[in-house]
């Protein structure tokens, strides 16, 4: 078992910036691909970002590439998603998951956190 715990969610202007993050506990994190999700009501969660188990490869979606960077510090069993020039449509509670390879579908993934809620005002 792994147990996520995201963190840094709030309320900010557009263009403002976050940093989310997300603590590991458990199995060795860094044996997982770690990724971030997002979601509003009535929509599927959707991809944001994921991040190898060695930090040497990333993804990102379309809708957030340029603006968001993934990373992850092994030692401390924590991922993180620094988020800038945020814009409304941002809005959203977001995931993190724990998965054994690079992929962007929520059926790919082992381990969620509870989420954090994050919120663009405009």
């Known amino acids: 078992q792994v147990q996520l715990v995201e963190s840094g969610g709030g309320l900010v202007q557009a263009g403002g910036s976050l940093r989310l993050s997300c603590a590991g506990s458990?199995?060795?994190?860094?044996?997982?691909?770690m990724g971030w999700f997002r979601q509003t009501p009535g929509k599927e969660r959707e991809f944001v970002a994921v991040?190898?188990?060695?930090?040497?490869?990333?993804l990102y979606a379309d809708s957030v590439k340029g603006r968001f960077t993934i990373s992850r510090e092994n030692a401390k069993n924590t991922v993180y998603l620094q988020m800038n020039s945020l814009k409304p449509e941002d809005t959203a509670v977001y995931y993190c998951?724990?998965?054994?390879?690079?992929?962007?579908?929520?059926?790919?993934?082992?381990?969620w956190g509870r989420g954090t809620q994050v919120t663009v005002s405009s």
């Open positions: 998951a724990a998965g054994t390879l690079i992929r962007i579908t929520t059926t790919e993934y082992d381990y």
């Open positions: 458990g199995r060795p994190f860094s044996r997982y691909a």
């Open positions: 991040i190898s188990w060695s930090g040497g490869s990333t």
